[in-house]
């Protein structure tokens, strides 16, 4: 991915293009006052607007050449910016990318990042990079023969404004978006080539390329170690599964670090618990949660805070076969208690429990957060908007929901307590692997939070957020911006 190099209150004689807001009123806003100003833009605009090439409603834009000094000026409608919601800034500026990355542009002066009804300058600063930066994706994986990217023309942004740590903040959104684009890449591709092997190479590379610590567990070692409940999945897959770990250093060697603990299904067909075909190719995407992990130590290897951060992810398939762990059958997880597998499409929680134990016991966090494609309920109780949280320590379920809601990745809690953990009761092991529909989300998390009595622990459920179903069908790279967020804020 084409990296957008990001400039700071330039002067905007070399930039070829111009951003600029119109409000209701049909007055010119943005950040540079004299533009606001300038005879030529103002006449333009009016002209516009009299001429009904440009409304005054919320989104609508036109493209002027010529115009003081820049060969294109792009005009927005953002209405009445007091009242111009996150969204619709949001949507609006989308668009704008999209239609500014089919011109010929260059170097962009981009002049909105301004304050809206819910949000300040160094928000909008913030969406606009990120926006900019992640336009530039493109799956482009060989499998998709011939294809060829939507190139564009655009290098440089000069950003206009008084902003606080505008640095930082441009920094972080620049991370955040090259970490999405490996996040993306990942679960779009197709299972055939996105195996748990793939998986462990390709944290191998980061590992390389950002000097992390990288630990690959096969088949044998999680046998030593007495990972049943993991094994139990992986054992009617043809893939070797991996338990790959990765550690970030950037603080004290001695200061404990943050567990980030994805699931890696690289492909979930249920199991012997069949799903159903319709849309079963989608669950390529059931390795969102390591994809994420993997995201994350990619911005993290960008941005460099000063934190510890270890990144654990189960990977297997979860196949049907001869030798499929099947409905009924009991095993024994990591931490010694044993489960009663009544359905075999519950896979994701057989994983996480014996990586989640590890972790602790491995790297003794101070703060384990796992991240899972975990529960189709998830996207019948919240849709696509926000991921499910649930978590054991409520400072750490606030700091993940307001990282959530400063990036616009967010989250929304879902309760936790002994009602739903009573649903996971077994006549033949310590638990059963599923709690029945009635709050399907909250009761899988009342299977990890078993798992995760000794630690601060918070669970991102992101089934409904990782992916895009439809035309615009592919992994959306979430929740990467807000767990930067939150690991950028631990570090002080
Ligand atoms: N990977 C699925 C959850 C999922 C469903 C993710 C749809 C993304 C989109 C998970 O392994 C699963 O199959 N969960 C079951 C749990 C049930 C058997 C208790 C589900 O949600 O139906
Ligand atoms: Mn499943
Ligand atoms: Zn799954």
Redesign the pocket.
């Known amino acids: 991915m084409k990296r957008i190099q990001f400039r700071l209150n330039t002067a905007h004689q070399d930039c070829d293009t111009l951003l600029i807001g119109v409000d209701n009123s049909g007055q010119l806003i943005g950040s540079d006052s004299t533009l606001n100003s300038n005879s030529e833009l103002t006449s333009a605009v009016s002209t516009a607007i009299a001429d009904k090439d440009l409304s005054t409603k919320v989104g609508s834009q036109i493209m002027l050449k010529n115009l003081a000094g820049f060969t294109r000026v792009w005009f927005v409608s953002l209405g009445e910016t007091e009242k111009l919601s996150r969204k619709a800034f949001i949507e609006t500026m989308k668009k704008t990318i999209s239609s500014i990355l089919e011109t010929g542009t260059n170097w962009l002066y981009h002049t909105l990042s301004i304050a809206t009804q819910d949000s300040d300058a160094a928000w909008a600063l913030y969406q606009n990079a990120l926006m900019l930066q992640t336009a530039q994706y493109d799956y482009q994986h060989p499998s998709r023969g011939d294809f060829t990217a939507n190139e564009n023309n655009l290098d440089k942004v000069t950003f206009v404004g008084e902003i606080e740590n505008a640095e930082q903040i441009i920094g972080q959104a620049q991370s955040s978006a090259i970490g999405m684009s490996l996040t993306q890449d990942l679960a779009n591709m197709p299972a055939n080539f996105c195996t748990p092997t793939y998986l462990a190479s390709t944290a191998e590379d980061l590992g390389q390329q950002y000097g992390f610590t990288v630990n690959i567990l096969e088949r044998a070692q999680m046998e030593e170690l007495g990972m049943g409940s993991f094994l139990s999945v992986a054992q009617g897959s043809d893939q070797p599964p991996k338990l790959i770990c990765l550690e970030y250093k950037g603080a004290n060697a001695n200061d404990a670090p943050i567990a980030l603990v994805g699931?890696g299904?690289t492909f979930?067909t249920?199991g012997i618990?069949l799903?159903p075909g319709a849309s079963m190719d989608?669950?390529k995407?059931?390795m969102?949660g390591a994809a994420t992990v993997l995201g994350v130590f990619k911005a993290l290897g960008e941005l460099k805070p000063e934190i510890n951060v270890v990144g654990i992810i189960p990977s297997t398939e979860?196949m049907p076969a001869g030798n499929a762990v099947k409905p009924g059958d009991v095993v024994t997880s990591m931490s010694g208690q044993t489960i009663e597998i009544l359905?075999?499409?519950?896979?994701?929680?057989l994983i996480l429990c014996d990586a989640l134990t590890y972790a602790q016991k491995t790297y003794q966090p101070k703060q384990v957060i796992d991240i899972?494609?975990?529960?189709?309920?998830?996207?019948i109780a919240l849709g696509h908007h926000v991921s499910g949280i649930m978590g054991n320590n409520q400072t750490l379920v606030d700091d993940l929901l307001s990282s959530g809601n400063d990036t616009y990745d967010r989250f929304w809690q879902l309760p936790l307590g002994e009602e739903w953990d009573e649903q996971l009761k077994s006549n033949f092991a310590d638990m059963a692997?599923?709690?029945?529909?009635p709050g399907?989300?909250i009761?899988?998390a009342q299977f990890l939070a078993r798992f995760t009595k000794e630690v601060e622990w918070a669970h991102l459920d992101i089934?409904?957020t990782?992916?895009t179903s439809g035309t615009n069908k592919g992994a959306t790279g979430r929740p990467v911006p807000a767990l930067v967020d939150f690991l950028k804020h631990k570090a002080g």
Do not use: H
């Open positions: 699931k299904v979930d249920g618990s799903k989608e669950m995407y059931d969102g979860n359905n075999t499409d519950a896979e994701g929680r899972a494609t975990l529960t189709g309920a998830c996207i692997n599923i709690g029945g529909r399907g989300t009761t899988a089934a409904g990782a992916w």
